[in-house]
């Protein structure tokens, strides 16, 4: 016997979505989603910290912390796009003749809805992440700013020089006292270069007559690598050197050692 | 159903211009008269004037360059037209028959040749020379930085790979969907007898043809210093050779105009009767909204280099901070073609396998007014972020904000193009050949690139990546995973009906493979060097990025092989292939309703159209 009343009831949203979980193709999305989304979310905890360098301090943190949790918060995206593309890779037709017709599908308002408000949640929460992260870092710049350690430094065709105005002395390596303010008013002497003192996490282009600021607090002990982050001709490459941050007696020892050698190291 | 509206070609009066001036005229003679428009200029201006000073050498160097590119463009004859014009007539109609290439030939190929179909193969073959120069740079480059050391070349000879590798590869990409197969495969898609401009079809390409031989000189005139941004005051400082790189960007943006506004016309003016804007194909759609958006880009380009040229020659100082100029101006001008031109890069790319995913899934294209959304939402938008490019430069901290919010809403249209692919992937049974493959290894690719575009967008993350291998990765994920994916999977989608024979298959697979999974090796790996903290465009780094690179070399050795492994399925299916049908994959759309060879006007009888070519399928259950 044959219920002809339910036949014709057109089905409910409930039954509708328990349909489609029910589908064996649907359900293996489900299953290749979470599976590629947990890769994406495992990947960026893992490989971020594993890769770059120390951190030295909280503008550096923040830049991994950004590029981990941008990870995370696309893993779900990605699993998305990747469970649907290997759902339809596993059940491939091959041969010399084109399968038969799918679906005339043209189009799922729902769907095309649902996907633009969610990328533009993603997108907004992505922005307030980083205005919220740009604000924090130029209203610490402002309030440490009074106190801070003054490093003038000059790029040049293919050397970095760091000129400490309140010390007096010019050197080639950059040492920093640890969780002390710096400033850094960045200048070149010829071509355009970008200073970045890469454990600290902040960069900035060094250009002809134009002086260009950056704030930074260095608050863990280690080694600096500094680099020029813009090409700038023949030995772009070796326009490097290194520093320390050390401990402020540390610092003031070796102040007072560059200013006995007279001010140049 | 169609309709008769004209005669046949063939039934035309057979043309005899034999006595006529244009039918001397081919490359050849282009040749002979561009080099003695350039010796003789060279010479003229030498005469009197004080080689030591860089001033007077750049002047006549620009201008030799400049002359050949024209005198090039007089010996094939292609300001014959202007030139009657001038007098008050035009080419006979006998003429304009025989400039199409009307039984010419192989000879047609290396003419002035007006047909869309010569100019679609003639682009075809000039990307993947350039493709190919471009790709031995960067086997060398790679080389250079397996090992710690810059054991091969020399600092300068590497600066010179970076940029001319870049700028090779930036204009084979540019061309490499809209040059072949818009030329080719795009008037035929919308039942057009030809171009709207042929003969302005035919300067597009020898344009560009002229300003080959122009960048290979850089290498000979001391190479480029400057990476292919070619940054002021650096590019001020170069040597000759920047002469080379400023007037190839002048030549090229003149060629990139000319062809812009062809198919635009074309596909707005040219479409068959009932062609509506809803029927058109989404590849024509994408080449259109490409080279629309290359339209105003370019010429910011071309402005930049003249800039640069006028304070290398005459010293201006538009660029020199020491006279007031400002290396800021040359950054904003460049960004701001430079932007939008990796989307004119892209979009064809995405709009060939959206063209594609359809045919093999046997499923109508999901949502086509998504895809058209995601196209205009990117051309719109991609002309206000190019200052993304400057968040560390310095030149306007406070308006890092504003771009970073243009920036990252780009994404929302880019999900789009995602979602429609996607959509069409959907409980489909795909047909698995090689143009099908290409689908997934773009959805991939694709994904990744635009994750870490985020993360680039982001201001504060930038200050870590700005400048590192991590951009160089990103937007090799992009332009090459993305872009040239789609571009390859459109040669092997219609190869057939552009030399009449299949691709050798099993070739074509061992090169997508080892192509795509080398790919991923060796950007995977620069990712790690740049997360690591290694700068972008150096010639040596320290021992703790050996591992990196080292993948990273690996991995493009790989893609090399599978690139030669590529030309050789090429050119050996072109020359011997399996003999293709007229419609090999059963699609929808005109150019399979063509014979190969298509007639020179290709349709001896115009099509109606009724509706988009999307219509697979049957009725959900």
């Not at chain 2, 919308?190 to 709207?196: L, S």
């Not at chain 2, 298959?505 to 795509?516: N, P, T, V």
């Not at chain 2, 150019?591 to 007639?599: D, G, K, L, Q, S």
């Given at each position: 016997m044959v219920n002809h009343t339910e036949e014709l009831l057109p089905p409910t949203p409930g039954q509708r979505v328990s349909k489609f979980l029910s589908r064996k193709d649907v359900r293996q999305t489900f299953i290749l989603g979470a599976f590629f989304t947990i890769v994406f979310v495992v990947l960026g905890i893992w490989v971020y910290p594993h890769w770059m360098p120390n951190v030295l301090s909280k503008e550096m943190q923040a830049d991994e912390d950004i590029m981990i949790w941008f990870t995370v918060i696309s893993a779900p995206i990605a699993g998305v796009i990747l469970a649907i593309a290997m759902e339809s890779f596993l059940n491939m037709h091959r041969g010399d003749t084109p399968p038969e017709d799918g679906i005339a599908m043209r189009t799922h308002t729902p769907v095309v809805i649902i996907w633009s408000s969610v990328s533009v949640l993603f997108i907004i929460l992505a922005l307030v992440w980083g205005m919220v992260s740009m604000n924090t870092d130029a209203v610490k710049a402002a309030t440490d700013a009074p106190n801070a350690l003054v490093v003038d430094v000059t790029g040049s065709q293919w050397a970095w020089s760091f000129n400490y105005p309140a010390q007096n002395i010019t050197t080639h390596t950059l040492n920093l006292p640890v969780d002390r303010p710096v400033t850094f008013n960045i200048i070149s002497a010829d071509v355009n270069h970008s200073f970045w003192p890469v454990q600290l996490g902040v960069k900035v282009d060094a250009n002809r007559l134009t002086t260009t600021v950056i704030h930074t607090t260095p608050d863990k002990i280690g080694v600096l690598d500094v680099k020029c982050a813009e090409l700038c001709g023949l030995y772009h490459a070796y326009m490097e050197t290194s520093g320390q941050v050390e401990s402020t007696t540390d610092f003031n020892n070796w102040v007072s050692s560059i200013q006995a050698q007279g001010g140049t190291q | 159903m169609t309709t008769l509206s004209h005669a046949p070609v063939s039934t035309r009066p057979i043309p005899n211009p034999k006595r006529s001036l244009i039918t001397r005229l081919n490359m050849g003679t282009g040749i002979i008269v561009g080099a003695i428009f350039c010796w003789g200029t060279y010479y003229a201006m030498r005469a009197g004037r004080d080689m030591t000073d860089s001033h007077n050498v750049n002047k006549v160097l620009l201008a030799s360059?400049?002359?050949?590119?024209?005198?090039?463009?007089?010996?094939?004859?292609?300001?014959?037209?202007?030139?009657?014009?001038?007098?008050?007539?035009?080419?006979?109609?006998?003429?304009?028959l025989y400039l199409a290439g009307d039984g010419q030939g192989v000879k047609r190929y290396f003419k002035y040749c007006t047909d869309h179909k010569v100019v679609g193969i003639q682009y075809l073959v000039g990307v993947m020379t350039m493709l190919g120069v471009g790709g031995t740079m960067a086997m060398m480059i790679r080389t250079n930085l397996a090992t710690p050391g810059s054991h091969l070349v020399t600092p300068n000879v590497y600066n010179s790979l970076v940029g001319l590798h870049g700028i090779t590869m930036i204009i084979a990409m540019i061309i490499v969907a809209t040059g072949p197969f818009g030329n080719y495969i795009m008037p035929?898609?919308?039942?057009?007898?030809?171009?709207?401009?042929?003969?302005?079809?035919?300067?597009?390409?020898?344009?560009?043809?002229?300003?080959?031989?122009?960048?290979?000189?850089?290498?000979?005139?001391?190479?480029?210093?400057?990476?292919?941004?070619?940054?002021?005051?650096?590019?001020?400082?170069?040597?000759?050779?920047?002469?080379?790189?400023?007037?190839?960007?002048?030549i090229f943006a003149v060629s990139t105009a000319v062809a812009g506004m062809n198919i635009t016309t074309t596909v707005i003016a040219m479409r068959a009767k009932g062609m509506k804007w809803n029927r058109v194909p989404i590849f024509v759609v994408g080449a259109t909204i490409s080279v629309a958006l290359a339209i105003p880009a370019f010429p910011t380009f071309m402005l930049a280099m003249i800039q640069t040229g006028m304070d290398r020659t005459i010293a201006t100082g538009f660029y020199d901070a020491n006279?007031?100029?400002?290396?800021?101006?040359?950054?904003?001008?460049?960004?701001?073609?430079?932007?939008?031109?990796?989307?004119?890069?892209?979009?064809?790319?995405?709009?060939?396998?959206?063209?594609?995913?359809?045919?093999?899934?046997?499923?109508?294209l999901f949502s086509y007014n998504a895809a058209i959304a995601g196209f205009a939402g990117i051309a719109g938008l991609s002309v206000l972020v190019w200052a993304h490019h400057m968040y560390m430069s310095g030149w306007m901290p406070s308006l890092n904000g504003p771009f970073m919010i243009t920036t990252e809403f780009i994404s929302v249209p880019t999900g789009l193009l995602f979602l429609v692919l996607v959509g069409t992937l959907w409980r489909g049974r795909p047909w698995m050949k090689l143009p099908m493959l290409s689908v997934y290894a773009f959805l991939w690719n694709f994904l990744i690139g635009g994750i870490t575009g985020v993360y680039l967008s982001d201001v504060p993350?930038?200050?870590?990546?700005?400048?590192?291998?991590?951009?160089?990765?990103?937007?090799?994920?992009?332009?090459?995973?993305?872009?040239?994916?789609?571009?390859?999977?459109?040669?092997?989608?219609?190869?057939?009906?552009?030399?009449?024979?299949?691709?050798?298959?099993?070739?074509?697979?061992?090169?997508?493979?080892?192509?795509?999974i080398g790919f991923n090796v060796l950007f995977l790996g620069m990712f790690m060097a740049g997360a690591q903290g290694q700068p972008r465009r150096v010639a040596d780094y320290a021992f703790v990025?050996?591992?990196?690179?080292?993948?990273?070399?690996?991995?493009?050795?790989?893609?090399?092989?599978?690139?030669?492994?590529?030309?050789?399925?090429?050119?050996?299916?072109?020359?011997?292939?399996?003999?293709?049908?007229?419609?090999?994959?059963?699609?929808?759309?005109?150019?399979?309703?063509?014979?190969?060879?298509?007639?020179?006007?290709?349709?001896?009888v115009e099509p109606i159209i009724t509706s988009d070519p999307y219509g697979y399928g049957k009725a959900a259950n």
């Open positions: - | 360059m400049l002359m050949w590119s024209f005198g090039f463009l007089v010996g094939i004859g292609a300001l014959i037209g202007p030139f009657r014009w001038l007098i008050g007539k035009d080419l006979t109609a006998e003429e304009q035929i898609m919308i039942g057009a007898r030809d171009m709207a401009f042929p003969r302005l079809n035919a300067l597009s390409w020898w344009v560009l043809f002229t300003a080959i031989p122009v960048l290979c000189s850089a290498w000979f005139l001391g190479g480029i210093p400057t990476g292919w941004t070619a940054y002021a005051p650096l590019s001020d400082q170069a040597g000759p050779g920047m002469n080379a790189f400023l007037a190839t960007i002048i006279v007031g100029g400002s290396g800021w101006l040359y950054a904003n001008l460049f960004w701001i073609m430079g932007h939008p031109e990796v989307y004119v890069i892209l979009i064809p790319g995405v709009a060939a396998l959206m063209e594609i995913a359809p045919v093999f899934v046997r499923k109508p993350a930038d200050n870590y990546l700005h400048g590192s291998m991590f951009v160089t990765a990103h937007f090799h994920y992009t332009l090459m995973g993305a872009a040239f994916t789609g571009a390859m999977a459109g040669l092997v989608y219609w190869f057939p009906k552009m030399t009449g024979r299949m691709l050798n298959e099993r070739a074509g697979y061992i090169a997508f493979w080892l192509i795509q990025y050996e591992h990196s690179n080292m993948i990273s070399t690996a991995g493009a050795y790989s893609v090399g092989i599978g690139m030669i492994t590529l030309l050789w399925a090429v050119v050996h299916s072109w020359r011997n292939g399996k003999i293709a049908p007229m419609n090999p994959w059963g699609a929808k759309t005109l150019e399979w309703t063509v014979p190969y060879p298509v007639p020179l006007e290709n349709f001896d």
